[in-house]
């Protein structure tokens, strides 16, 4: 132990390296970092997939599946379509490169319930009406789960979970976590950092494969750019793949030194569960908090935010640009209470994190950000409010690498400083915004879901009545 502590100021040098990597040219975000030097730890010994064996999984309470499973509409897609050049410095020789959408466009005729992305990727799910698994983007590392890493353009069924009911998904950089009405968890794509939870560092799974997990059924999953979280029933938190800034809540970076100058990761290949949570005073006193049941949590690149049964906001990860909100820029190690929102008046209701900032919406609807949503200018060190959104009656919230969009009453609005590539659909006249601004075009349309990729938004609107019908029959389609 104390050798390690000797070694404590490389810490530093880490950090400042990652810093450097998220403050740099937004093209070179996505850019795909070689971590074979770290996947040299033994693996446990277990296979891919280990767990299949166990009892017939039954579906989740009935009650509960209702709350998780959406009504389904009609998406829509806009921003950067050219997946295998998004966020990448170097294009190389794209073949074939597409214009960007810079209003919203009709995608798949089949009605759809559940659209997911990341902050960081280039890769989406679909989930039809029927419960089937859809995937689209880049899969260099079969992040896709359809048996291969060729891009595709077309929402694809996954065949690996076909016969299943898949009510829930989560987009990491280069992976993917799907669950089923079971709470079952399957993974697919970048696992050299373990973050596909499958007890091992096989470099890539290209077909979803269980998670090595045996505990209460899941209920949530969540991506960050290489690791993964996931909400048991019982409320518990289990985390797992890099730990780099302390992302994982488990008071570890996972640093270690193989050689004088060679850093390396302890990386957690299977869900390990989050046990403590603590709060610190000004003067730096660090004591636990008594955590009996987290309800919701939401990953950024590297960081996350989560809430607590009492409506306490706890943060933990990259501390940079003050996306924790503790008014400073320190990484945290395990989940840290968010002080401002720890009063009467101040319940945290849901959490929605970017690249690297965060988003809490409380009870009495106040919208606050912290953190950094542009490349330069000032960052908010603590939670501030969205002052342009006060009174607007906030129902959806999805938080992209720098760009925000939300639906309000009848309106969806979006913001993000440039560059932009469309996926705030604002149109080709004003392509980015520093300010909230209505999309025009999704004016008076009921929204039933909103997420957002790197550069892409995908968004589900209703679709029921001839009215609804007529008017998404005006909107462009986008045919790959």
């Not at 100021?9 to 850019?31: F, H, T």
């Not at 330069?376 to 760009?403: C, R």
């Not at 969009?405 to 979006?414: P, Q, T």
Request: charged share 25%.
């Amino acid at each position: 132990m104390s050798t390690k502590r000797k070694r404590a100021p490389a810490k530093k040098a880490g950090g400042k390296r990652g810093k450097r990597k998220e403050e740099s040219d937004i093209d070179s975000d996505l850019s795909d970092r070689s971590d074979a030097e770290n996947a040299t730890q033994p693996d446990e010994v277990l296979i891919a997939g280990h767990g299949d064996a166990l009892d017939d999984p039954t579906p989740l309470p009935q009650e509960l599946l209702k709350s998780l499973i959406k009504p389904a509409g009609q998406l829509l897609i806009f921003g950067s379509v050219n997946w295998d050049s998004v966020g990448k410095r170097d294009p190389k020789a794209i073949q074939k490169v597409r214009p960007n959408l810079y209003i919203p466009h009709r995608f798949t005729e089949q009605k759809v319930r559940l659209a997911v992305s990341g902050c960081v990727s280039a890769h989406s799910v679909l989930v039809g009406e029927d419960g089937k698994a859809m995937t689209f983007g880049r899969n260099q590392f079969g992040q896709l789960g359809l048996d291969n890493t060729n891009t595709k353009d077309i929402p694809t069924v996954v065949p690996a979970l076909e016969n299943m009911n898949v009510i829930s998904a989560a987009c990491g950089r280069n992976h993917t976590l799907f669950l089923t009405d079971t709470g079952t968890v399957y993974a697919c794509g970048d696992n050299r950092s373990g973050q596909c939870g499958v007890g091992n560092l096989q470099p890539q799974i290209v077909t979803p494969t269980r998670i090595n997990y045996r505990g209460p059924p899941i209920i949530k999953v969540g991506c960050g750019a290489e690791f993964s979280v996931i909400l048991d029933i019982k409320g518990g938190l289990h985390s797992f793949g890099l730990p780099e800034y302390g992302q994982l809540g488990h008071n570890t970076d996972g640093k270690y030194f193989k050689t004088s100058t060679k850093l390396c990761f302890n990386h957690e290949t299977s869900p390990k569960r989050v046990v403590l949570y603590i709060e610190k005073s000004k003067d730096g006193h660090v004591s636990p908090v008594d955590v009996t049941e987290i309800v919701d949590f939401n990953c950024g690149q590297n960081h996350t935010v989560a809430i607590d049964t009492k409506k306490r906001a706890f943060s933990w990860g990259f501390g940079g640009f003050g996306r924790l909100g503790h008014a400073e820029q320190k990484d945290e190690m395990v989940p840290r209470l968010i002080k401002y929102f720890d009063s009467q008046s101040r319940g945290v209701r849901s959490v929605h994190c970017g690249s690297t900032y965060s988003l809490a919406l409380t009870e009495h609807n106040g919208l606050f950000l912290f953190g950094q949503t542009k490349r330069s200018g000032e960052a908010n060190m603590y939670p501030k409010p969205i002052q342009d959104l006060a009174g607007w009656n906030v129902q959806h919230i999805a938080a992209g690498f720098t760009s925000i969009i939300l639906s309000a009453d009848d309106s969806v609005i979006a913001w993000g400083g440039s560059p932009t590539y469309g996926e705030l659909g604002i149109g080709e006249m004003q392509k980015s915004s520093t300010t909230p601004k209505e999309v025009n075009k999704l004016a008076n349309m009921k929204i039933l879901g909103l997420s957002m990729g790197m550069c892409h938004t995908l968004c589900i609107a209703q679709n029921d009545t001839p009215e609804q019908e007529t008017k998404l029959e005006t909107f462009d389609e986008f045919e790959p």
